[in-house]
């Protein structure tokens, strides 16, 4: 099992930043990925940005590209998504992600936390 914990959402104002954070615990150690997803109000969830645990190769949703940044810190089985230039459709409710080795879907998931970008 791997428990996720989100923190680092708020309101803010278009044009501002934000750095979310996810700290992971338990079987951490067979992690392949961790990744960044967001459902808005009345939509589906959607992918936002991925990284690799082990080589830190990345991948962005084209929405986020140029604005938003995934990185990991490893000693501390955290993951962060920094977000820049927000804009109000970037309003959304984020989730952390894992996906475990050899399994083809992200498996575990953290409670959420809620960004607004004011307009």
């Known amino acids: 099992q791997v428990q996720l914990v989100e923190s680092g959402g708020g309101l803010v104002q278009a044009g501002g930043s934000l750095r979310l954070s996810c700290a992971a615990s338990?079987?951490?150690?067979?992690?392949?990925?961790a990744a960044w997803f967001r459902q808005a109000p009345g939509k589906e969830r959607e992918f936002v940005a991925a990284?690799?645990?082990?080589?830190?190769?990345?991948a962005y949703a084209d929405s986020v590209k140029g604005r938003f940044t995934i990185s990991r810190d490893n000693p501390k089985n955290t993951v962060y998504l920094q977000m820049n230039s927000l804009k109000p459709e970037d309003t959304a409710v984020y989730y952390c992600a894992d996906q475990q080795v050899g399994s083809p879907r992200y498996d575990y998931w953290g409670q959420g936390t809620q960004v607004t970008v004011s307009s």
């Open positions: 338990g079987r951490t150690f067979s992690t392949y990925a």
């Open positions: 990284i690799n645990w082990n080589d830190g190769t990345t």
